[in-house]
């Protein structure tokens, strides 16, 4: 009889782990891309702004991209200094841009991801890897910051994928991933 219990937790604990397996296998196969577009209803953390803000003046998003569908979502403002709102945000990827049209073309030595989504489970965990990877391999970003909201979410989020509290502001949080 113990052994017959023995083996079925065997059995049990394998087939956990095919299926965790299977959950996880997309991640293998993902790519960051950068997006000319994303539906921004989608966006649980700042869907009021729209295509044109997210695509304008050095600002870019990515994707994490698995068989032709993005499984997470990153967006990004590339400045100088780091921002307490927003509209901070828009000002500072403004004159970064500005600034760059004089130098190098190089936009900014910080990138700030003001916002994050995933649509597959360890999707948001991969692109910010992923993001962090890039990031590192830039020969002008030296770098990463968030401009998040102030939610505890948002916290836990980038706490548990090994970002450090910077400051927390009046109506948002950042945290440095360190590069």
């Not at 049990?12 to 891309?33: C, H, P, Y």
């Not at 020969?139 to 509290?165: D, Q, W």
Request: glycine share 6%; net charge positive; aromatic share 8%.
């Amino acid at each position: 009889m113990k052994k017959i219990k023995r083996k079925l937790k065997i059995f049990k604990e394998r087939n956990i782990k095919k299926k965790l397996n299977s959950i996880f296998d997309w991640v293998k196969g993902a790519e960051l891309i950068e997006l000319i577009s994303c539906d921004v209803k989608e966006d649980p953390v700042r869907p009021e702004l729209d295509l044109i803000f997210r695509r304008s003046y050095g600002r870019k998003i990515f994707g994490v991209k698995y068989k032709k569908e993005i499984n997470a979502i990153m967006c990004f403002g590339f400045t100088d200094e780091v921002p307490k709102t927003v509209k901070e945000l828009d000002l500072m990827t403004r004159d970064a841009y500005l600034k760059s049209t004089h130098r190098d073309r190089n936009i900014g030595k910080i990138a700030v991801a003001y916002t994050v989504w995933s649509k597959k489970k360890g999707g948001g965990k991969l692109i910010v890897k992923e993001v962090f990877k890039m990031i590192k391999k830039s020969n002008h970003l030296n770098r990463l910051i968030t401009l998040s909201p102030l939610t505890e979410m948002a916290r836990n989020f980038h706490i548990n994928n090994g970002a450090k509290e910077l400051q927390v502001n009046e109506e948002t949080q950042n945290f440095e991933y360190e590069v």
